[in-house]
């Protein structure tokens, strides 16, 4: 049936109101989503001002708002009409967010946050504006500082680069992983030196560069494709460089020493010359004559639409809270101490290494030594439940962080228990003491496994389960000599069952 008093709102809403309820719509919309995903904005905030790597991700929104002040005039000539159905896309992406909360995954939190804000602007503008605004809206994926992840390939690909040019240059050398050792001195590829923190910055930068200048798919695709590949091969060329300058004017030299400094020149010059380069390609913008025949819907539509939209978001939310009620009691890690090894292994005190698990509810510490033979450092980090800060996949991550210490190399292997096979992750750390050799591997919804993924997915199983969600790290160190992996190997043996420790600390 047709409304009269509706009939009349149409017919007089003009696009300057529809404009107007939709930026309305679309603040309430984003409002609402700082409040029901505040703790991942929070955090995503937090890794811009803390990391080097993304604090180019201060630049994005201001990027995106000078791209839509670009199309103000092509925009004029559109008027904004919500698409309800395309916010039904929000149920999914807040599920996103759930899971990526229930496995305690904060890059998952934050791409799903903001994927749901990207769908909100797509359902409340409607499809010709976000036709018109696909680029912009598409970009805002740079606000999520992802690509972590791959900083140790990085750090392989660096080390290898600066190894063959030293070879080419006729320098010795000797590598041993991320340890780069020349007549002079010591070198180590650091995290620092990866390159991670161009190599994102450069992306997004020549994306941006992409749509203002390129049009042929051909041209994008082969700038894209140099703004991955340049930054990794020039930072293998600055890495070379400085490990050339140590052996050349010694390991004291102000390069070596300020590297950090004279690698962001570097690599300013490497990207005036990618945009130099891009610019003797740069093609013509396409100008098209845009036009919407279509009457502006009356602002209780796009008020009905940020309703819509924020109802949707909040689904992944609810789940979260009704999971969290049916949940089991948390474990109390009352009865969790170091076990005592078997003859002919004597428990003797830990030493002074403790790794940074200040979010762990229970540690064991303790060492172990047999005869003459180096000692072995047994530690745990339990935690009752998984969240922010208390993680055995995060836990694991500051082995090689200790102040003076270095994750030289690390792989994957198994090897044979009492128990069965058992795969852990293998590490080389270097410190002032000397080499290390560190197993780790995790302990979660009652499972061993050494793959941070795996664990994430067995955290996810308990936190959907209800069941107990207790989970820890346990790491086996001993002196990187020859016998060292026997030497682990050999303490498991004599050990009482790691995993019945586990399963009974909370009881």
């Known amino acids: 049936m047709h409304s009269p008093a509706l009939?009349?709102?149409?017919?007089?809403?003009?696009?300057?109101?529809?404009?107007?309820?939709?930026?309305?719509?679309?603040a309430v919309f984003g409002a609402a989503l700082g409040i029901l995903f505040g703790p991942a904005i929070v955090a995503a905030v937090d890794v811009w001002s803390n990391s080097a790597t993304f604090n180019h991700c201060f630049l994005v929104l201001p990027v995106v708002l000078w791209l839509v002040a670009l199309q103000r005039h092509e925009l004029a000539r559109l008027t904004p009409t919500a698409a309800p159905l395309v916010l039904l896309a929000l149920m999914p992406a807040s599920l996103l967010w759930l899971l990526g909360h229930l496995a305690t995954v904060l890059e998952v939190q934050e791409l799903a946050v903001v994927v749901m804000f990207q769908?909100?602007?797509?359902?409340?503008?409607?499809?010709?504006?976000?036709?018109?605004?696909?680029?912009?809206?598409?970009?805002?994926?740079?606000?999520v500082p992802v690509g972590e992840w791959a900083v140790p390939m990085l750090q392989r690909i660096t080390a290898s680069l600066t190894v063959a040019?030293?070879?080419?240059?006729?320098?010795?050398?000797?590598?041993?992983?991320?340890?780069?050792?020349i007549p002079e001195g010591k070198f180590f590829v650091a995290e620092a030196c990866a390159g991670m923190r161009f190599l994102i910055a450069t992306?997004?930068?020549?994306?941006?560069?992409?749509?203002?200048y390129l049009r042929s798919p051909r041209r994008v695709a082969l700038f894209l494709a140099a703004t991955v590949l340049v930054p990794i091969l020039a930072n293998g060329v600055r890495a070379f460089g400085i490990v050339m300058t140590g052996h050349l004017y010694g390991p004291d030299s102000s390069v070596v020493a300020d590297h950090v400094i004279y690698g962001w020149g570097f690599f300013a010059l490497i990207?005036?010359?990618?945009?130099?380069?891009g610019l003797r390609f740069r093609e013509a913008p396409h100008h098209r004559v845009v036009t919407d025949a279509r009457e502006a819907r009356p602002w209780r539509w796009t008020a009905a639409a940020g309703v819509l939209a924020i109802g949707f978001a909040a689904s992944g939310p609810v789940l979260a809270a009704l999971l969290a009620l049916r949940a089991d009691r948390l474990a109390e890690p009352s009865r969790f101490a170091a076990p005592a090894a078997a003859a002919p292994w004597v428990t003797q005190a830990a030493s002074a290494w403790r790794p940074d698990?200040?979010?762990?509810?229970?540690?064991?510490?303790?060492?172990?030594?047999?005869?003459?033979?180096?000692?072995?450092?047994l530690r745990i980090a339990y935690v009752t439940h998984q969240r922010k800060g208390a993680e055995p996949t995060a836990f694991a991550g500051q082995l090689g962080r200790a102040p003076g210490a270095d994750?030289?190399?690390?792989?994957?292997?198994?090897?044979?228990?009492?128990?069965g096979p058992l795969e852990v992750v293998v590490s080389h750390v270097f410190d002032p003491q000397?080499?290390?050799?560190?197993?780790?591997?995790?302990?979660?919804?009652?499972?061993?496994?050494?793959?941070g993924a795996t664990a994430k997915l067995l955290q996810l199983a308990a936190e959907l389960t209800g069941r107990q969600r207790p989970a820890a790290l346990v790491v086996l160190a001993t002196s990187n000599d020859r016998g060292a992996p026997a030497r682990l190997a050999e303490l498991l043996e004599h050990l009482p069952s790691l995993a019945e420790l586990l399963e009974h600390a909370g009881s």
């Open 7 to 26: 009939g009349a709102d149409v017919a007089h809403a003009s696009p300057r109101a529809a404009w107007l309820a939709a930026i309305g719509a679309i």
């Open 119 to 143: 769908i909100g602007l797509v359902g409340i503008l409607g499809g010709a504006v976000a036709r018109a605004l696909w680029f912009p809206i598409a970009y805002l994926l740079f606000l």
């Open 165 to 181: 040019g030293l070879d080419l240059a006729g320098v010795p050398v000797f590598s041993d992983g991320l340890l780069i050792e």
């Open 203 to 212: 992306l997004a930068f020549g994306t941006l560069f992409c749509w203002l």
């Open 271 to 277: 990207t005036a010359l990618l945009t130099l380069i």
């Open 357 to 377: 698990w200040h979010g762990a509810d229970a540690e064991v510490a303790a060492a172990y030594a047999r005869n003459d033979a180096p000692v072995v450092e």
């Open 407 to 419: 994750l030289v190399g690390q792989e994957r292997a198994t090897i044979t228990t009492r128990g």
């Open 434 to 451: 000397g080499m290390h050799l560190v197993w780790h591997w995790y302990w979660v919804h009652g499972r061993f496994t050494a793959r």
